[in-house]
């Protein structure tokens, strides 16, 4: 056999080899179970963490206002006149929506008295707070070019009866 036939049958016999050797290379998955276990547990843990954020800011939104309504109806309740009662609920709510991270323009406050609307420290009477706001969602881009992000709207709402004898206790 001609020795440029002789290197040409071990040309192709060695790249075969080497192809073969390279299948089973590719075929080998030793190290991927890590690679798999990081691209699943990032794919799990990106919005695993987005919900506990936004979870964690609705909450914190929730018992802000809740305490803001709880805390105004009783400033209402306890108040000398019905003006001073106001006044002290406006102080009230404010430094609740501000302690819960929210602006003033994503609430809304309805205060009603009963039997009288237009005098809350009625003996015997009741004040209602309801607090409406709506909780912008962490990293949630405006909707539409509306300039408004996406939010969780929520509520709180208290009742407070007035003393019998008026006034603080």
Do not use: K, N
């Not at 909450?59 to 305490?67: C, N, R, T, Y």
């Not at 102080?91 to 237009?118: H, K, N, Q, Y």
Request: aromatic residues 2%.
């Amino acid at each position: 056999m001609p020795a440029v036939r002789r290197s040409r049958l071990w040309t192709r016999l060695r790249h075969r080899l080497q192809f073969r050797h390279r299948l089973r290379l590719l075929a080998d998955d030793r190290g991927s179970a890590s690679l798999e276990f990081l691209t699943v547990g990032v794919l799990l843990l990106v919005p695993l963490v987005y919900l506990v954020l936004a979870l964690g800011q609705i909450q914190h939104a929730v018992l802000g206002i809740e305490g803001g309504a709880r805390h105004a109806a009783r400033a209402i309740a306890q108040a000398d006149g019905h003006d001073a009662g106001l006044a002290a609920a406006d102080r009230a709510i404010r430094v609740a929506i501000t302690d819960a991270g929210l602006s003033p323009d994503v609430v809304s406050v309805a205060i009603a008295c009963e039997p009288r609307p237009s005098a809350c420290d009625t003996p015997r009477g009741t004040v209602s707070v309801r607090i409406d706001a709506t909780v912008p969602l962490p990293l949630a881009p405006p909707v539409l070019q509306l300039d408004v992000g996406l939010g969780v709207p929520v509520a709180a709402h208290a009742l407070q009866p007035v003393s019998a004898f008026g006034g603080a206790p």
